[in-house]
Structures are given as structure tokens and as C-alpha cells.
């Protein structure tokens, strides 16, 4: 499988940016999708998941009610909708294929990733 995210930019605090990954090479109808982020000298975290059809999604708390996570099944594509940003949303972005274990979500295949920088 491979993944394409894009998107990314700079905005300012309160600003809104769309994240889309495009997948190829698998069956994207089958996939959990989600997405992380990895801020300098920080790890990778979890941001958002979204089942195969759409219908769960799972978020982190730091990213509740401000970003809203999307797929369309036709175009092989996730989205990432991020309103209301903050400063502390600046990291690089990554897409990915991902499961849940019971305790974390972790990623089985990645995209590129997608910087994005939250000015204040």
C-alpha cells in the first residue's frame, strides 16, 4: 500500500487546513485509516482514526472537537479537516493504515507525512 498525503502548510492560530491522503497499491475499503503527528524532539502521537466505513472514528483529546477525520471509499482517500488551530498542532503529519491492539493505535503502513506550522 502505498500513501500520499499533502495538504500541509502554514496558517495562523485559529486558522483551518484539510489533510488528504491518497492510497494506492491495496484495498483502501478495507482499511482502518488514521492519522498521527510528530512534533521536534517529541514522538509520534496518535490524532484520529476512522473505520473501514466511515462509521466510528476514534480521536485524541487534543484534537477533539476541533478536527474532524473523513474518508470516500471511491476516490481511495482520507481526509483530515483541522479547525481552530494552535501552535501546539505544529508537527509533521503522517497518514497511515492502522489497527488497534486494545490499548494504542499503531500504524502498519505510512505515508510520506505533511508539515504542518501554526504561526501565533
Known amino acids: 500500500v502505498q500513501l500520499q498525503a499533502s495538504g500541509g502548510g502554514l496558517v495562523q492560530a485559529g486558522g483551518s487546513l484539510r489533510l488528504s491522503c491518497a492510497a494506492s497499491g491495496g484495498t483502501f475499503g478495507t482499511y482502518f485509516m488514521g492519522w498521527f503527528r510528530q512534533a521536534p524532539g517529541k514522538e509520534r502521537e496518535f490524532v484520529a482514526a476512522?473505520?473501514?466505513?466511515?462509521?466510528?472514528?476514534w480521536y485524541s483529546d487534543s484534537v477533539k472537537g476541533r478536527f474532524t477525520i473523513s474518508r470516500d471509499n471511491a476516490k481511495n482517500t482520507v481526509y483530515l479537516q483541522m479547525n481552530s488551530l494552535k501552535p501546539e498542532d505544529t508537527a509533521v503529519y503522517y497518514c497511515?493504515?492502522?489497527?488497534?491492539?486494545?490499548?494504542?493505535?499503531?500504524?502498519?503502513?505510512w505515508g510520506q507525512g505533511t508539515q504542518v506550522t501554526v504561526s501565533s
Open positions: 497511515a493504515v492502522v489497527r488497534w491492539d486494545g490499548r494504542i493505535w499503531s500504524g502498519r503502513y
Open positions: 476512522i473505520s473501514t466505513t466511515g462509521g466510528n472514528v
